[in-house]
């Protein structure tokens, strides 16, 4: 089974703090991506990479950057905490091989910025 | 840009009773995939069932069943025998099959309930 493991569930940080989320896959996967989810918007891509070292920016890409080194590893960076990035966050992993696949998801990060 | 709608905030359903979710989207392409995904309390998004745009047959999956309609671009989940465990936020989703940028677009969701 696909397992796509984030480093953290739950996560308290400092308005101003650098903040990294880690997001691990053990399937090889070309696609990771990494969604904001609230409720009543339901998930808001923030970036997407199709490959090592490759990002594309989603719909909300403003107040953070994204770092994928390896091709398993694909981190979201709050460059500087703010209150308003309060939110769960969720990563994903599909294959870049077929458009039909699921994307696998990893189980969120509660982030609360105070 | 594509949109994906859920009318429903949340809902309810008694055990054992039937439930249908509903879905439309917005889209001017004529090939995509569509997806029903469900997040329990445990918050492991885990996919329910799929459908292609192109396939007219409705896709089941043992209780899950979904009715497709390409030309009102709604796309409901029915949910037959509800049991306790399907409690969750259900998240409706499109993806193109022809830009290849594009990437899951999900709608609001809608959480469902489930009344022993």
């Known amino acids: 089974d696909v397992k796509v493991t984030q480093s953290s569930r739950y996560l308290v940080k400092r308005t101003g703090e650098k903040v990294f989320l880690e997001c691990v896959q053990d399937m090889d996967h070309e696609n990771m991506f990494w969604y904001r989810q609230d409720p009543g918007l339901g998930l808001r891509l923030i970036y997407f990479s199709y490959d090592v070292k490759m990002k594309e920016k989603g719909d909300i890409p403003e107040g953070y950057s994204v770092s994928r080194e390896k091709k398993e590893r694909f981190s979201l960076i709050l460059e500087s905490a703010s209150t308003n990035q309060t939110s769960m966050y969720l990563c994903a992993s599909q294959t870049g091989q077929d458009y039909n696949t699921e994307a696998f998801f990893g189980q969120g990060t509660r982030l609360t910025v105070v | 840009a594509q949109t994906v709608t859920q009318s429903q905030p949340e809902m309810s359903v008694q055990e054992a009773e039937t439930v249908t979710l509903s879905c439309t989207y917005d889209?001017?392409?004529?090939?995509?995939?569509l997806f029903w995904y469900k997040q329990p309390p445990s918050r492991q998004m885990i996919l329910v069932i799929r459908q292609e745009a192109y396939k007219q047959q409705n896709a089941t999956e043992n209780r899950f069943s979904v009715n497709f309609q390409k030309a009102a671009k709604s796309f409901s989940l029915k949910i037959s025998d509800s049991q306790l465990g399907d409690a969750a936020m259900y998240f409706c989703?499109?993806?193109?099959?022809?830009?290849?940028?594009?990437?899951?677009?999900f709608g609001p969701g809608t959480r469902l309930s489930v009344l022993p």
């Open positions: 989703a499109y993806r193109s099959a022809i830009n290849y940028g594009q990437n899951f677009v």
């Open positions: 889209t001017s392409e004529s090939d995509y995939y």
